[in-house]
């Protein structure tokens, strides 16, 4: 089936069922408010909290949609059910970032507004989209969820098609992993993508031949539910468009968005370490994006640099793959991006390459190094090539943060009291994130 704009109502697309869960009676609580990305020009709005969907969508009539639950009561969120909305949360923003995207539990919608008035307010707000967790497909029919295709940057719509839905109950399965598989696809079909098929068979949905395990890939907008990886892709034919490209272009929703880490020795970022010698995680961390359509190579994508000093001796440092939103110095699961760490010496110069451990998401170099300047060089794998689908590029872009230790701390500028009209000024070097 093809999907996309026709005349000006999109069509239907949805994700595949995967698992199944057990039913609750559809209640609104309140869920944590999260937001990857405040002041992005567009917003994908989480709703785990439930809606009460006054008419038809899609042919079907939603009704009093329960709030996302494990234990069968939609009336509140336990601290179980918070870990997972916050994991599947960080899960999708992963997919968005360097996008001007941000990824949100937080409503748009005035708050003195029913859900009749946010229903209308939403087909009224350009660049967003709101996205229903929770209930199952009963009032649908099977699938993991289900989105109308291309409205994001539409001006107006109506008929709630700026609202798209995915399904716990007895579509997806209440994991955060399986939930953010079709959170992600169907706000492709929101920003105008379409699936992406298998080459290898001509089936509509990808899963890359199923592949699962460490180091295993699945485009997004085909089947990423078993994947380690669920990435965007590029493919060889009409059904298999660049997914990346796409966003960039069919939305107007403005380029990619740099993460201010310097992309040349002349321009490396400070490496934030302590005093004690320990990489400052929060302060080391940045994205790789591709720089040209394809993104075959590694040289096709953005590449960060740090600077940092030795005071002689052994250092360790470690390039982690994804986003730390949830806690600081540890990697939230769902990582897109693959990176590779290089250390280069004060005239560039690569002295040495991390060493990728068996998950594919963590990249260590340790070694010895005389007093001096050098450089941490983070880049891309570059694209996997899948070999039961030769056509097709996975991109390996995403988020990092490095972690490690033995570093002498950067020289700041001596405070200085500059005494005028007897008046003490303190000067302070402010450090670039």
């Given at each position: ?298 040289d096709s994508y953005t590449k960060d640099y740090f600077k940092f000093n030795s005071g002689g001796g ?120």
């Amino acid at each position: 089936m093809k999907f996309g704009i026709a005349s000006s109502r999109p069509l239907l697309a949805l994700a595949l069922t995967a698992v199944f869960a057990s039913f609750a009676s559809a209640q609104h609580p309140v869920a944590p408010g999260l937001s990857s990305n405040p002041g992005a020009r567009y917003n994908i709005f989480l709703n785990f909290s439930g809606f009460d969907y006054e008419g038809t969508w899609g042919g079907g009539t939603p009704g009093n949609v329960q709030a996302y639950t494990q234990d069968e009561d939609a009336s509140t969120f336990n601290p179980d059910e918070i870990g997972a909305i916050k994991e599947t949360w960080a899960r999708v923003s992963q997919a968005f970032v360097g996008f001007n995207i941000n990824v949100t539990t937080v409503d748009p919608a005035p708050s003195n507004l029913n859900d009749a008035q946010r229903k209308a307010f939403y087909d009224n707000k350009q660049y967003m989209t709101h996205t229903i967790i929770g209930g199952g497909y009963d009032w649908f029919g099977p699938a993991g969820g289900v989105s109308y295709v291309g409205v994001a940057q539409q001006g107006t719509t109506a008929f709630g098609m700026r609202t798209n839905w995915v399904f716990p109950v007895n579509g997806t399965g209440t994991t955060p992993k399986y939930m953010t598989a079709a959170i992600i696809h169907e706000d492709g079909h929101h920003l105008s993508l379409n699936h992406q098929s298998d080459e290898a068979n001509g089936d509509g949905y990808s899963s890359n031949n199923g592949a699962s395990g460490d180091g295993s890939y699945a485009p997004i907008m085909g089947v990423a539910y078993y994947s380690q990886r669920g990435t965007w892709r590029a493919g060889t034919n009409g059904l298999n468009a660049n997914d990346v490209l796409d966003l960039q272009n069919n939305l107007d929703i403005g380029s990619l968005i740099d993460s201010g880490i310097g992309h040349s020795i002349g321009t490396a970022t400070d490496l934030a370490v302590t005093s004690e010698g320990a990489v400052v995680s929060a302060d080391a961390q940045g994205w790789i994006m591709p720089l040209e359509s394809t993104g075959y190579s590694p040289d096709s994508y953005t590449k960060d640099y740090f600077k940092f000093n030795s005071g002689g001796g052994q250092l360790s440092l470690t390039a982690h793959d994804g986003t730390q939103f949830l806690q600081s110095g540890v990697a939230d699961p769902g990582a897109t991006m693959r990176s590779v760490l290089r250390i280069l010496d004060a005239n560039g110069n690569v002295l040495g390459v991390a060493t990728e451990d068996s998950t594919t998401l963590v990249h260590n170099w340790t070694g010895l190094l005389s007093a001096g300047t050098y450089f941490a060089e983070v880049s891309s794998y570059g694209a996997y090539v899948s070999s039961y689908e030769g056509g097709s590029r996975y991109f390996n872009m995403g988020a990092y943060f490095l972690s490690g230790t033995g570093f002498a701390p950067v020289p700041e500028p001596a405070t200085m009291l500059v005494i005028a009209s007897g008046v003490g000024l303190v000067l302070r070097r402010r450090r670039s994130k």
